[in-house]
């Protein structure tokens, strides 16, 4: 049995090393929000704070919840309905997030985390092996974003080869997309493994066209803008390559349904982005059911989020190296002190109890952009 005693918010931003260009937007600071939550073992073993992050933005693009309606949702409704309940074992309080709040993914997801994050500090257990996680080390992958330049790319790519990335996923954007040179580029790097990330900026042409690239472009995201499922089903008949999808990803129906369809024959899987941990290894699972590949992808989290992206990617079962890159890669300041150090192109998996991570209090009080709130328990 375990008590909720405690739920603390603090909205932060992490200064990016560089601006990141994508279709949607050019970010220069990651938002994220904060969740402390204290949980107290009711038969006397202990009592532990755990952590997570809510992973939405602070515009509508990616997704319509946004940090401060996050926020909100999880002040005024979730945090209020959690806080002081007693539960009789995790699953139990997982299971009621997700039958009980629809909507908000990421918000739930930063709930859900901290209290994975808690529960395994009790229980002196990583969150890799609460998960059934297998594997001690991770392949990973890098993101670059799109240039102004395509011969910026060329010196982005041999960068991330010197340390090792096993799969670059190549931003692009469809207003200024050229296949002819996106041909040239790979051309120049055959034995690389590469994918494709249009956040769905690109035409039906366009995606068609797709067609024309090497073999060793493993798989394009989201051609099609969310909502375009037929067409995206129609373009996947006809292209070689998979369609991983991403921004048409709400929830765990959102995967069956589409999988379903053919819209697809990959699946992005983010834990922000479609609910909490939980939901995210159900999505290898029914990926796996429908035949079509599964991967870690990143939400330019912090280095608590991709501790937990580490955790996930242990679990055996994923096609391709997750998109978890080394602590230097984004941000200037970060929220924990532990750093991500990629070598041969793995990361090591945590093994710490909980998520394995220790926050660093000084830098987030420098990086909070508003006071901490201490969520009430409802009347």
Aim: charged share 20%; net charge negative; proline share 5%.
């Amino acid at each position: 049995m375990f008590l909720i005693k405690q739920i603390q918010l603090r909205p932060v931003a992490l200064p990016l090393v560089q601006p990141f260009v994508t279709a949607q937007s050019t970010m220069t600071k990651r938002p994220l929000t904060l969740v402390a939550i204290q949980v107290a073992d009711t038969r006397g073993e202990g009592s532990a704070w755990g952590y997570g992050e809510v992973q939405s933005f602070d515009q509508v693009g990616y997704s319509p919840e946004t940090q401060d309606l996050s926020r909100q949702f999880l002040s005024q409704e979730l945090g209020p309905a959690l806080l002081g309940q007693t539960f009789s074992n995790l699953i139990e309080v997982l299971r009621m997030l997700q039958a009980g709040s629809k909507g908000y993914s990421f918000a739930r997801a930063g709930l859900e985390t901290a209290l994975w994050d808690a529960w395994g500090k009790i229980q002196n257990k990583s969150l890799s092996t609460m998960l059934g996680g297998t594997q001690t080390q991770v392949p990973v992958g890098i993101a670059l974003g799109f240039p102004k330049d395509s011969t910026v790319w060329r010196e982005k790519i041999l960068a991330a080869q010197q340390q090792g990335y096993q799969r670059i996923k190549l931003k692009l954007v469809g207003s200024e997309f050229s296949l002819s040179e996106l041909i040239d580029l790979l051309a120049q790097f055959p034995n690389q493994a590469f994918s494709l990330d249009a956040n769905e900026s690109l035409t039906v042409d366009q995606a068609l066209s797709l067609n024309q690239l090497p073999d060793n472009v493993l798989f394009v995201e989201q051609p099609l803008p969310a909502g375009a499922d037929q067409e995206l089903a129609t373009i996947q008949q006809q292209l070689h390559l998979p369609i991983s999808l991403d921004e048409s990803l709400r929830g765990l129906v959102d995967v069956k349904r589409l999988l379903a369809m053919g819209a697809g024959r990959a699946v992005t899987v983010k834990a922000g982005m479609l609910g909490g941990i939980s939901a995210a290894k159900d999505a290898l699972q029914i990926a796996h059911q429908y035949q079509a590949s599964a991967w870690v992808g990143g939400m330019f989290g912090s280095g608590l989020g991709r501790h937990v992206d580490l955790a996930l990617a242990s679990l055996p079962g994923w096609a391709y190296p997750a998109d978890i890159s080394d602590s230097r890669r984004y941000f200037e300041t970060d929220l924990i002190k532990e750093q991500l150090v990629v070598e041969d192109g793995f990361l090591p998996v945590p093994d710490q109890p909980g998520i394995g991570v220790t926050m660093s209090w000084d830098k987030i009080e420098q990086l909070q952009t508003g006071l901490t709130e201490d969520i009430k328990k409802s009347r």
